[in-house]
């Protein structure tokens, strides 16, 4: 097929009547033929039109394919740049987050850094101060640690049998001295109290019962840091009070009893019992001697196997525990205890203070008068106690934690929180030790109010022990005391004010106890007890000095004739010389006596001959009104006792009884003559309690006893009257001893 054949078929084909439907009319060959032959045609002519495009697209085919191959390779190559990429996009974008996490982390760990800073320097800022001094202290304190801890070994070893004066004439004098004299640092006049026991610990034995006073503290140092077994000296019962608190719950009980005393036949058996669960042991009843059986425990011959320690006691090998405690503790006020029996143990002087029964009998007071004041103070000195040690825990947790960090501060969250807690709970703590401070003080106030009759109670209370001195027999225990000083508050007339009321119940508790010593005294013994009880009265009052004492109890017997200025009267024996000039160099009222003597030399005379001098006015021109003057009207009969006893020894004892009479703290009723009736007597007994009667020769009560008895069973009375006569003689003192402890006596009959 081609141009020139579609030219020649062109004629016939472009006739109008060449279609297949004309030739069907021929045949239907003819109409095949018609129709092939116009397809041809229209075949020949499209495929002109469509070859150059086919070809076209052949071309066109081919470059696509060429295209298509260095698209798939462009495609490989973009999909290996893309993979490249996605790798290195990835990798950027794990350093960018790691960069990015890690300053952020950086800066968030910086902002917690500061803010952990800033709560650790306002949370020291309030210590920063004091741990400054602290730390020069320390420092400080570092150099002399060695001597202090001697001096502080020294005390606990060395100073348990002595009183509160000897014991610091020992620190201040020998043991600090012998350490400079060493060079040996060392802190001039150590408070050993501070020194080993803190504040918190002070508080808990107060609330156990012992008290408050430095001697008493210092006994309770000598108890809990001796590594020996303590030998108590408890003449009143306070050292047993306390550690029977302090034992409480680590005391056995053996029929009720929680002590054992050293003559019990089962004493082995029950320190067996107690060394074996670390129990505590208080064995009462101590004399002059320890059973020998408790050497090997005093001396701590332990017998160690593996982990378990035992003690042979007795040929019996028995278990110790490290928390057994035993306590020895004895009545008597002076016992003679053996060298050996105080190397094996503790020796502590309990005897009772002044000024620590002063503190008791106040609180006996105030639990009298005033029993909500006194339970408040309780409750508030549990309180300050209880803050104080959890403030002094508090800040050892905090130092310890500081001290055993061993990283970056700013990284221990939990120190901060450990800090931000303290910091919260300090000052709540102080908060409330302010506010029980302040109610402290207010306590205090009003309790001061009645501490007069608390310091008269203790003056009489030691004036009555010092009387033991002048007899054995004298001896009168703290809790017979005690029932006289609670009775006389029962005794005493109430009144409205408190000073009226402690003025009442001062007089009465003084009379009251004047009246129950002087019926037990021998006659030539009761005004003794009644000066003696007026002085202490006076020099607690501090309107005496220890001088003033001194100076009536030796008058001028120190000194030597040779060796004081000529005697410049004939008339005046040496004795009295010496009296006048030792008077004249110790009390500024009678400073210029020498000299007024020489002036007034015949009146002073007279009165040196009289017989009765102390009824004269004093010569001279003005002694008279500066014994009556305001300013020695307290003590102007004492000034003038002085000047008679000085002068006239003689008349000293009626001097005495005129200066009673004349004091204002005593009276015409402690100097007139007073008689004690069985009735009276009677009155004041108790079942528990017998009356001893010293007979003097020729008296005989048994009638009046006869006749009491009677009367009070006539009248249903259920008290029972011990009746037991006891004469004195050759024999009878070691049984009047032993029996009197404990025992009220009745006047000489």
Known sequence: MNNETIEFLSVYIDIEQFNPAVAKNASTAAEGLC????????????????????????????QMEAANAALEAAEARLAACNEKLAELQGLFDAQMAKKKKSIEDGAMALQKKMNQASALIDGLAGERVRWAEDAFNFS???????????????????????????????????????????????????????????????GDWNMQGLPTDPLSTQNGILVTKSTRFPLLVDPQGQALSWILNKERENLPTWNGQNVVHLSDPKLKDKLEFCMGDGKSLVVVGVEDEIDPMLDPVLEKEIIRKGSKMFINVSDKVMDYDPNFRLYFITRLPNPTFSPELQAKTTLIDFTVT?????????????????????????????????????????????????????????EDEQLVSVLAGTKAKAA?????????????????????????????????????????????MYQTSLDQFLELFMGSMDKADKAALASKSVANIIDTMTYTTYRYVNRG?????????????????LVAADKLKTSDMTLFLRGGAALDITSVRRKAFGWMSNEVWLNVVQLSQSNSV?????????????????????????????????????????????IGPFLKLLLVRCLRVDR????????????????????????DTIESVYDGMIPE?????????????????????????????????????????????????????????????
Not at 611 to 633: H, V
Not at 705 to 731: K, L, M
């Open 35 to 62: 129709t092939y032959v116009r397809a041809m045609k229209f075949y020949h002519e499209a495929s002109k039109i469509v070859k150059p495009k086919m070809e076209a697209l052949a071309v066109a085919e081919n």
């Open 140 to 202: 400080e304190q570092k150099k002399r640690l060695v001597g202090d801890c001697a001096i502080a070994c020294a005390f606990v070893s060395y100073c348990g049998p002595f009183n509160q004066q000897f014991r610091e004439y020992l620190i201040n004098d020998k043991f600090t001295a012998d350490c400079e004299a060493r060079n040996v640092p060392v802190t001039r006049n150590l408070d050993v109290i501070s020194f080993l026991v803190d504040v918190g610990t002070i």
């Open 354 to 410: 002044q000024k620590g029964l002063e503190e008791q009998l106040l609180g006996k007071v105030i639990g009298k008068e005033q029993k909500a004041l006194e339970e408040q103070l309780t409750q508030v000195l549990e309180e300050v106690n209880a803050n104080t040690k959890s403030l002094m825990q508090l800040d050892a947790s905090l130092l310890e934690r500081l001290t055993s960090n061993s990283g970056d501060l700013l």
């Open 590 to 634: 009678y400073a210029n006596l020498i000299g007024d003597m020489a002036a007034n030399e015949s009146s002073w005379k007279r009165w040196y001959e009289d017989n009765e001098p102390e009824q004269l006015p004093i010569p001279g021109d003005n002694y008279e009104q500066q014994l009556s003057g305001d300013e020695a009207n307290d």
């Open 652 to 675: 000293s004892i009626l001097m005495c009884k005129e200066f009673l009479r004349n004091t204002k703290e005593m009276g015409p009723a402690y100097v007139e003559p007073v008689t």
């Open 428 to 472: 709540e703590v102080n908060a409330k030790l302010v506010a029980a401070d302040e109610t402290r003080t207010n306590i205090a106030e009003k309790r001061e109010q009645f501490r007069p009759a608390a310091t008269r109670g203790s003056v009489l209370y030691f004036s009555i022990v010092e009387m033991s001195l002048v007899n054995v």
């Open 689 to 749: 309690v017998p009356v001893i009667f010293l007979l003097s020769r020729g008296a005989d009560p048994t009638d009046s006893h006869r006749n009491a008895v009677p009367q009070e069973e006539a009248t249903g009375t259920d008290r029972h009257f011990s009746r037991r006569r006891s004469r004195t003689g050759r024999h009878q003192g070691h049984q009047c001893r032993r029996d009197q402890r404990n025992v009220g006596l009745a006047a000489e009959l």
């Open 521 to 537: 005294l021998y006659e030539s013994d009761k005004l003794t007890f009644v000066m003696l009880l007026t002085m202490k009265i």
